[in-house]
């Protein structure tokens, strides 16, 4: 346990005393721990022909949690201290002031764990880091002078949480994470475009980068920069709609997977919450949601609660088979923690969320579906997307599409933002490829304000009918 | 109790010492505190009550023309002296910038106005629970109405920002938000609409009853949608959407983007980017205005810029760095605008509604559809059909898509401009656009 914070070391509250404290707020509550964290994160950034940023954060804190029924009490502060433990506790107990609970103290545990214990930011040297980041630059300078603008940056973290509950159970982690990301802006008489990819996860940098990889990263984010230049305006109207392997599965991510998290169907606010066991989607669609899958960017070893992660079945065959659940909307529901309450950081409550989201492979091929279609756009890649989960109405933003026209890939089209209906997109899938593949480490999800690390997959699929909001009418 | 500026301005200048003292040629420093206490409501009971207490300092080294920074919530000395020690030996480490410097010294702010922006009254948890019971029982009045959450905040803040310079000055702001999210239902539909209310002083917050029954009928108005056809239509953006668009501006001439090459509004300072009538104004010193400021995150003096003239694009929001780079002086924009506003058009809502027989009024939009490298737009959209003046019937999943350069010219703007959030807009018409639907 070579990097594990001793969070009461330089603090005048020893572990008993705050263990203490802890039960003796918690005692007639129905759950609730003490989260503390310390984390480490770096930024490196080359922008413009120059090293623009290189920043250092070291952040420190922890937050109380206490539950009765359905109310929640929260205090966080930065200041691991007697008094300031002492005042959240005040503070929780002013919150819940007849409490009757009997302390849930079943927490599941495991000894799996799913990314090494290593810190990525010391891994690499800063002059190491520099001189790649100047390689990039000057490598995709030298692809010609259309290059007009190269950004690229490192972002490396080590995050460290313990989770302390009522009678002194501890569970603890410690979470590497990087990204390497490259942005290049190209020009063509007068036209200006903009191409980004990039690679992730929870391993060193040096597991991304090897082999000069870095340099595919770069080609990939040319590759689509050049097919934008050619772009001409996206369609306007409903059509058929291939998406790629990949990336793309952020539809799957925004469309059905928000609406599947515990929160929002306690409260029945999603427009999924009536339809556990029924048809949501094509025979042949199966979803999970996996926190399991070595060092990608959305596994945990446990969840922010302390709860193990595990692979959950949402969607099973077309069928809605589970909700994402932290402990509090799992108990509230009668049923148990998939392992997917997850935070920000300290200064947030825990809230139910996607790990990796993956929709697995079918029978079809990628070529079968292009030949399907008379009219329609082939989606490659997206930038983002955002759903409306009480309506189900979500958006996602093509960075790189193309027109089928009578079976056949044709030109290059516009960044146009796609619009469907979350119940009811699953259903107007009529093929699932058999290329399932994942995203390259790259997603952050946001909800309530917190935005967290998070992984999708997903096959090629046809969808029958979906809004494509280009401007050609 | 948020920490005062004496204790701040300690811990500020203990750091600009260390820094100079470990080889730092510049530096500069923020020390914040903010304290913020919130309670939730969910169907008229409880569910959630949180207390934040935020220390945070962030600090710039440079050493020459090399820079670096570093930002930390653990303030104790022992962690700031390693922390401080590594910034400075990584900026040693980091390449040279010729543009890199702290602001000049003559361009500091140099008075600190009171501009109303703190108020000392402090509302407990129980009294905010007599507003949200007040609020909530507005919101859930009709049987239509069948989930509301509800939430109200107090936040106290203060903060130094110090430089090796010999600036050194901060102040409190303060904010009290109220805001209620309700989800109404019938036998086609469930949607979801909100309303707020964010003020520096207490007692100017919305009523309780106002709030909630705006929020109730804004999302009662929008259940049993249709869909609509793709066609050319004239679209008229909500208030709410309409400051959207004005921010998206201002992202397009942030020096950043202007000295980077990757902004539509690249050199087009003294050109016509808007129709003739538009103006648009930047005030930092707006009494109790929720963007207002005395100096930018650098320091730098802040004074009110008219950014469009009758159309004409007249400044960039100029930071230290970047005006240097593009040789212009910083006008104090470092860290975005102030209280950003479209000046009112002259013709009233209701009329703005009849210029056109047909048009689309859009309440709320999904999606990070716009592109200031090419001026695209194009974003997923709610709203209302609007034949002659009236409202008929609500409209949802559909997309709406056009390009600034051109959208910027086909604005007209009614006269119903009001100061709700930080960036503000009249309610606006934008002729010419595409919506696609069926």
């Known amino acids: 346990m070579s990097y594990m914070s001793n969070f009461f070391e330089k603090s005048d509250v020893s572990r008993k005393e705050a263990e203490s404290i802890i039960s003796d707020t918690l ?95 010391e891994q690499k040297s800063l002059n190491e880091k520099i001189k790649i980041l100047n390689d990039v630059n000057d490598y995709l300078r030298s692809k010609g002078d259309k290059v007009k603008q190269v950004t690229a940056n490192f972002l490396g973290e080590q995050k460290s949480v313990e989770i302390i509950r009522s009678g002194g159970e501890t569970l603890s982690d410690v979470r590497p994470l990087v990204r390497f990301n490259v942005s290049v802006m ?52 409903e059509m058929k709609v291939v998406l ?21 169907n306690r409260k029945k606010t999603s427009a999924f919450h009536n339809l556990m066991g029924q048809k949501v989607a094509s025979e042949g669609v199966t979803i999970i949601d996996d926190g399991t899958i070595d060092n ?142 994942m995203d390259p480490g790259i997603g952050t999800c946001g909800k309530a304000g917190q935005g967290v690390p998070v992984g999708v997959a997903q096959p090629s699929i046809l969808i029958d009918k979906m809004t494509v909001g280009g401007t050609k009418l | 109790m948020v920490k005062d500026q004496e204790f701040l301005k300690k811990k500020a200048s203990y750091c600009l010492d260390l ?29 959630e009550a949180n207390r934040s207490d935020d220390l945070g300092i962030s600090i710039i080294t440079y050493v020459g023309k090399k820079k670096s920074s570093i930002s930390s919530s653990n303030l104790l000395s022992d962690n700031l002296n390693i922390l401080i020690e590594k910034c400075v030996e990584t900026t040693k480490n980091t390449p040279e910038d010729e543009f890199n410097s702290l602001p000049d010294k003559d361009l500091l702010a140099r008075e600190v106005k009171d501009l109303d922006l703190y108020d000392d009254s402090h509302i407990a948890n129980d009294q905010k629970i007599d507003y949200l019971k007040k609020l909530e029982a507005a919101a859930s009045n009709d049987k239509k109405i069948v989930n509301t959450e509800s939430s109200f905040t107090q936040n106290k803040s203060n903060f130094v920002l110090a430089n090796s310079k010999g600036f050194c000055d901060g102040y409190k702001t303060s904010s009290f938000t109220a805001s209620s999210v309700t989800v109404a239902k019938d036998e ?32 009662i108005r929008k259940l049993s949608p249709k869909k609509i056809g793709s066609e050319k239509i004239a679209i008229i953006f909500d208030k709410r959407i309409a400051k959207g668009i004005l921010s998206t501006f201002a992202s397009a001439i942030s020096s950043s983007a202007i000295s980077r090459g990757t902004s539509f509004l690249k050199d087009k300072v003294n050109q016509k980017i808007f129709s003739d009538k538009i103006n648009v104004f930047d005030k930092p010193d707006m009494l109790k205005g929720l963007g207002s400021r005395n100096f ?51 013709i009233c809502f209701k009329d703005l509604l009849k210029l056109n027989s047909k048009s689309l009024y859009i309440i709320e939009t999904i999606g990070h559809g716009s592109n200031i490298v090419t001026g695209d737009y194009s974003v997923g959209a709610t709203g209302f059909l609007v034949e002659n003046g009236e409202f008929k019937y609500p409209i949802n999943e559909i997309t709406i898509a056009g390009n600034f350069k051109d959208m910027f010219q086909n604005i007209t703007l009614a006269n119903d401009l009001e100061f709700k959030y930080a960036t503000n807009a009249p309610t606006m018409l934008i002729e010419g656009m595409v919506v696609a639907g069926k």
């Open chain 1, 27 to 121: 005692q007639k509550c129905d759950d609730g721990e003490l989260y503390l964290e310390n984390s480490k994160s770096e930024s490196i950034l080359l922008d413009d022909n120059k090293i623009k940023n290189s920043s250092y954060n070291s952040d420190l804190g922890f937050g109380f949690r206490a539950i009765s029924d359905e109310v929640v009490a929260y205090s966080h502060s930065n200041e691991i201290s007697k008094n300031s433990l002492k005042q959240s506790s005040e503070n929780l107990k002013s919150t819940l002031k007849s409490v009757k609970g009997t302390y849930n103290h079943e927490i599941p545990k495991s000894n799996k764990k799913y990314y090494d214990n290593i810190n990525p930011i």
């Open chain 1, 186 to 237: 190209m020009e063509k008489d007068g036209r200006k475009e903009t191409g980004v990819y990039g690679v992730g996860g929870r391993q060193s940098y040096e597991s991304y980068l090897k082999d000069e990889n870095w340099k595919s990263v770069c080609d990939e984010a040319l590759r689509i920069a050049s097919v934008n230049l050619e772009s001409k305006p996206a369609p306007a109207g």
């Open chain 1, 244 to 264: 790629g392997p990949g990336w793309p599965a952020i539809l799957i991510h925004e469309a059905v997977g928000h609406g599947l998290e515990g929160d929002f």
């Open chain 1, 296 to 437: 990608r960017r959305g596994s945990l070893t446990i969840d922010d609660e302390g709860t193990p992660t595990e692979k959950t079945v949402l969607i099973e065959n077309g069928i809605l088979k589970n909700f994402m659940q932290d402990r509090l909307n799992a108990r509230l529901m009668k049923t148990r923690s998939t392992g997917s309450g997850r935070r920000e950081n300290y200064r947030h409550i825990v809230l139910p969320r996607m790990r990796n989201t993956m929709m697995l492979s079918g029978k079809q091929t990628q070529e079968e579906m292009i030949k399907a279609v008379d009219k329609g756009i082939f989606a490659v890649s997206f930038g983002g997307g955002q759903v409306d989960i009480t309506s189900g109405k979500f958006v996602f933003n093509c960075t790189e599409a193309y027109e089928i026209v009578n079976g056949k890939i044709g030109s290059p089209i516009k960044g146009a933002t796609l619009i469907g209906d979350g119940p009811s997109i699953l259903k107007e899938v009529s093929m699932v490829g058999n290329d399932m593949m």
């Open chain 2, 19 to 47: 820094a100079k003292k470990l080889g730092a040629t510049d530096s500069s420093v923020v020390v914040k505190n903010s304290v913020s206490e919130t309670v939730n409501f969910r169907n008229k009971k409880l569910d």
């Open chain 2, 188 to 219: 086609k539909s469930m949607e979801r609409d909100y309303e707020y209310s964010s003020k520096c002083f207490l007692k100017d917050l919305d009523d309780a009853d106002e709030l909630g029954n705006l929020a109730a009928n804004q999302t």
């Open chain 2, 296 to 346: 930018d995150s650098e320091g730098v003096k802040t004074d009110t810029l008219k950014l469009v003239d009758h159309g004409i694009l007249k400044h960039y929001l100029i930071d230290t760095y970047n005006g240097k780079k593009l040789n212009l002086k910083s006008n104090g924009r470092c860290g975005g605008t102030s209280n950003l506003y479209f000046e009112n058009g002259n």
